[in-house]
T-cell receptor, first 116, second 116 residues
């Protein structure tokens, strides 16, 4: 079956702009999580959506937001971009239950965002 | 709060030598534990996961990890390194609660290099 698909793969934006990233999870998966990966901070959890509701949230400012649609596809939005937002943004999908099997996360290849 | 510490940001071994990547975790409850691998410009791939069914966990590509509660460790090993093992490896933990199991906290990563 198809894996997790993230679009676009690469993006260049200017400071102050906003950006929307998309993630299509594996069919049947109801949980979508977003992570930011930078050389300095490593992999940091942004938020998780499950059945169209935000279930978990990391420690990021309100400029970072997301949503999930009824087909489980998710979008992440960053407003008023800053240079420090340059990063690889990874999306992961899982079944979303509590057993170890349902928790197993499958990652997309990421969107490389560069803010200039 | 849960956390993961990976000892050594960079490990270099010779081809055919033992690979040992260290991971210590902190958790107030018995956690879910994972090892992920990331190749350049790729997302993360699950190597193995600790399910509490067995302390020695076997994963893909010949990797295995041993859960030691007394040492709060989950070190990753492979008996014989191959050139294709060169990548970044991440240890990760999550709290197996209903809403928290999908919030995966990652370590800072260990870059594994293989010498010919």
């Amino acid at each position: 079956k198809a894996g997790v698909t993230q679009t676009p793969r690469y993006l260049i934006k200017t400071r102050g702009q906003q950006v929307t990233l998309s993630c299509s999870p594996i069919s049947g998966h109801r949980s979508v999580s977003w992570y930011q990966q930078t050389p300095g901070q490593g992999l940091q959890f942004l938020f998780e959506y499950f059945s169209e509701t935000q279930r978990n949230k990391g420690n990021f400012p309100g400029r970072f937001s997301g949503r999930q649609f009824s087909n489980s596809r998710s979008e992440m939005n960053v407003s008023t971009l800053e240079l420090g937002d340059s990063a690889l943004y990874l999306c992961a999908s899982s079944l979303g239950g509590t057993s170890i099997t349902n928790t197993e996360a499958f990652f997309g290849q990421g969107t490389r965002l560069t803010v200039v | 709060a849960q956390s993961v510490t990976q000892l050594g940001s960079h490990v270099s071994v010779s081809e055919g030598a033992l690979v040992l990547l260290r991971c210590n975790y902190s958790s107030s409850v018995p956690p879910y534990l994972f090892w992920y691998v990331q190749y350049p410009n790729q997302g993360l791939q699950l190597l193995l996961k600790y399910t509490s069914a067995a302390t020695l966990v076997k994963g893909i590509n010949g990797f295995e990890a041993e859960f030691k509660k007394s040492e709060t460790s989950f070190h990753l090993t492979k008996p014989s390194a191959h050139m294709s093992d060169a990548a970044e490896y991440f240890c990760a933990v999550s709290d197996p609660g209903y809403s928290s199991a999908s919030k995966i906290i990652f370590g800072s990563g260990t870059r594994l290099s293989i010498r010919p």
